[in-house]
């Protein structure tokens, strides 16, 4: 049980790792229409727990600003269906007991 347990923290570790990498990415306006970076970010939101997610204060850090930033028209259908999805599960963390499944 006790490997299973330091197996999870590590993914957990390495997921957050991930998203810090990919929301400080996403922060740059350059990379706003970065198709690949919205598709990476929007699979760790689905494997990660909005527990684990909230402790990181990765989005409470953005919920002011990156809205509006990322409100730019996006060319590609398939992005800004994936850029959606990745608000809709940020946002629902705003919201108290919320809770957003990726469908």
Known sequence: M???TTALKCSVEMLTHDLQLLFNHLDQ???QKD???W???LNILGRISQEDLAETG???ARSGWWPQFHSIPLESKDVRHMR???FGILQALDEEGGEYRLA
């Open 2 to 4: 006790e490997d299973r």
């Open 29 to 31: 306006g350059r990379h």
């Open 35 to 37: 198709g690949r970076a």
């Open 39 to 41: 598709a990476m970010l």
């Open 58 to 60: 990765l989005w409470q």
């Open 84 to 86: 959606r999805k990745v």
